[in-house]
């Protein structure tokens, strides 16, 4: 079991930045990397950033060079830094912890809550 607690999202302005943090607690253990969805209305999930155990990193096109996936191993932590925010960014965005369950390794998603991102003027 692995629980995902969210904080950070918010209302800003257009070229605002704001940071998410995800702490993760239970069976870190299982984590083998975690990442920030976003669902925007009428909108698929996406991935938008992931850090694997060893520390790759991976971001989707549109976010590239504006965010950056970051953790602190020992807070257990993970955050995404959004600089330059723009309108397309506007979306409720997801912790995810992707595990694996033994004894099969069998692969398990755990989610947080998600919190809302609203970049309007």
């Known amino acids: 079991q692995v629980q995902l607690v969210e904080s950070g999202g918010g209302l800003v302005q257009p070229g605002e930045t704001l940071r998410l943090s995800c702490a993760a607690s239970?069976?870190?253990?299982?984590?083998?990397?975690m990442g920030w969805y976003r669902q925007a209305p009428e909108k698929r999930r996406e991935l938008v950033a992931s850090i694997t155990r060893g520390g790759s990193t991976k971001y989707v096109d549109s976010v590239k060079g504006r965010f950056t996936i970051s953790r602190d191993n020992t807070k257990n932590t993970v955050y995404l830094e959004m600089n330059n925010l723009n309108a397309e960014d506007t979306a409720v965005y997801y912790c995810n912890a992707a595990t694996v369950l033994m004894p099969k390794l069998t692969p398990y998603d755990y989610w947080g809550q998600g919190t809302p991102v609203t970049v309007s003027s």
């Open positions: 239970g069976s870190i253990s299982s984590i083998v990397s």
